[in-house]
């Protein structure tokens, strides 16, 4: 029992030092796909000063990329939600860690809209109806007596899940076209002029974002460095990278330049908005 | 008039395109629709979710489980288990899922989740499902070791319960509350209670992060009340090991204990977590004596009633993305008021389990198993049994 007992000692060290010696000169970003474009250009110019140190970077949705971390796929996760308490539990039985949190961005969840549109304005609770399918006409909105045509994302997308979860509250109405990324729904709303969107604020090119109010008595914003930096713009929501670990060694040198003013300077770059 | 001609012609060719166009706006409209008939198909095939694993395994057994079981290794299917879910809507989930291993067909889950209108973080389950307890809800596709500690699959055989829950998840609390009403005596086949009175169990989880330690701690007490009905006999066995009796036959034994778990999760090189409970109280065992059995008959085979205590702790390490190394301690005694030789048959066990997992890649595991439980000694038992076992397990999970 004593040789058992110093041979399973000896393992333990041996192995606890081994896991100290993992290289990470390959980086791997999985997720958002809002987040996509920041997340090339913090690793375009991160490689270009420390080229020993590659950065793959692919989209897929906020889920995909936690399912991505918690499979061991992917370094870093971008989401545009926190993760869920069902996915923590899973990291947790997997890895034994709760993983790592990093808020590095701010983002509006934007309302596109065709330019041709008359409505300009929405209260959160009509757009909830509008993706509840409760509201149909864009004339109950002031706009023409036209059908409403939603788009939105697929529920691996982490925008749908967040406002599904801060503004919808209930099912998504069986009409809306589910669209593989934020500027898919862009492209369907400018063609559409009895269309309406959501995603990040950094892909609107081409239509109009909606202002939005908390109620039908508020005062209507849309997403700008200012309204969600005095926390005016009532859709604003944190963009976060998700690691299984503290990061060490490169991953860790990434993550800091991240969270630089450099690294925030390409936030703000994009069109999206610092996290501080 | 050759210009009118040319004229007529252009107009004509413009006709035909515009036909051409309209064919081919038509035919687009037909995809688009196409699209969306095919969209919403897709979309509710999404709703069913299958998932699933099976453990195919090779077990060594010491000399005296060779004694006992006829043969000293053996491969076989220990889990074959496939799961269905289908979120009918939001908030509504159903589940069913089969166990298929070898000669063991079983339906191990078959229950319904609604959220409660208006309190979103408050579900109701109804249905077959795993009782509140740690260890029984972490799913064997998950667990560090091969089996079950040996207190929780006394006290929760078979691990599931008929009945309904009420489960809570706060968000601006971290807390886990779970109550759940069963039948109380479900051990895997009978379809109905056994007896009118309906077993409680409570859990509750309190949740610390600390972020900044890379540190997670999850605790809180359980509780279980219930009862077994001696039908018909009314002696029994208490935990002296003395023969009592009942007022009369069809009275309830008590079925109570209280227990308490911790899980310590730190970001030490990699994930380590520290995982236990500790559960003591009474358990009684109905006599199954026929109601026309003679008084002699009935005190030769009494209704038993044990104070029992148990634990187990998990030190579990990973060591990189891929590899596992856990060691478990468990602890059970069906009778902590009797010991050596009054103890007789109700022995305690200490057991040591080794385990080293490798997981080859997202959906195959493959875990290396040593299991050596120390039995308590005494006239009946004079050494400590023969009863290792190592085991290697194959999990494929998809």
Redesign the interface.
Known sequence: MKNFKSL?IM??IV??A???G?SQAKITVKGSDTMVILAQRWAELYMKSNSQVTIQVTGGGSGVGITALI???TDICNASRPMK?TEIEKL???????G??IPCAKDGVTIFLNDANKVNELTLKQISDIYTGKIKNWKELGGNDAEIRLYGRE?SSGTYTYLHDEVVK??YA?TV??LPGTAAVVNAVKKDVNGIGYGGAAYAVGVKYAKVKKDANATGYVPSAETIGKGQYPITRYLYMYL???PTGETKKYVDWILSPAGQAVVTEVGYFPYK | MTLALYGYSQKQVVDSLKEVLENHQGKLNSLDERV?VN??DL?KL?KIKVSGYVQAQWESYGADLEKSNGYSNTYYIRRARVKFTYEA??GVKFVLQPDLSTGNLALKDAYAVVNLPKLKNLTLWAGQMNRPDYEVE??SS?REVLERSRVVRAIYPGEREVGVKLEY?GVKIPIKFQLMAMNGNFTGTQQKDVDSRKDLMARLVYSI?L?AA?I?IDLGPNVYYGGNLSKTNKYFKNSNGTLDSLKSAWTYLDKNWIGAEA?I???V?????IKGEYMAGVNSTPSSVAASATRAQMIASPSLYNNFSGYYVYF????????Q?V?KYDYYDPNTKLSGDAAGGSLYYKTWT?AWQY?LN?NIRITLNYEMPKNETNASNPTDKKDNTLGVRIQAKF
């Open positions: 399973t393992l333990v192995l606890m081994s896991a100290t993992f499979n061991g796929t308490q947790k039985g997997r890895y034994n860690t709760l790592v949190e529920n209930d099912d069986s076209q589910s299984r670990n503290r | 969306l969209e919403a979309g999404n809507a939001d972490y799913s998950s998840i992060k972020p890379g997670g899980q999760y730190a970001d090189l990699g994930g380590l977590a579990v390490k990973n060591i990189g993305p891929k590899n190394f060691a080794l997981y997202d």
